[in-house]
């Protein structure tokens, strides 16, 4: 994976924003996998977070990243907000897939860019 220019606490931020959500939604028990790649042919890398919760309502997917929304009684709605916030002040995307019942799984891409430095 090629180095990129990111301020790495905000990086930092938003990784450990996604990782304690996902433990929080697993509760007591279940896995995670954080993996990155580096997709030459079209200069992105790809950071995908999967958990093995109990996923997230199909109806409620289109809502997560808007401030204010939470699932969590005691959740302020602006975790994921902030993460998508950060995500695209790095001129990255993030985007969700969950099925119900069988876990959630997060995709941050990065464009490469090169001459930046």
Do not use: W
Not at 39 to 63: A, Q, V, Y
Not at 86 to 105: A, W
Request: proline fraction near 4%; glycine fraction near 10%; charge should be negative.
């Amino acid at each position: 994976v090629p180095d990129i220019p990111i301020d790495k606490v905000l990086i930092r931020q938003a990784l450990n924003n996604l990782l304690a959500n996902a433990v929080h939604a697993m509760q007591e028990s279940g896995r995670i996998i954080l993996s990155t790649e580096y997709d030459n042919n079209n200069s992105i890398i790809i950071i995908r977070l999967i958990d093995t919760g109990p996923g997230i309502d199909s109806d409620l997917l289109n809502k997560i990243f808007v401030p204010g929304f939470s699932q969590k009684s005691s959740g302020s709605g602006l975790g994921l907000a902030i993460v998508e916030k950060i995500i695209l002040e790095h001129f990255g995307t993030i985007s969700c897939n969950s099925v119900k019942g069988e876990g959630t799984e997060f995709v941050i891409v990065f464009p490469v860019i090169t001459g930046v430095g």
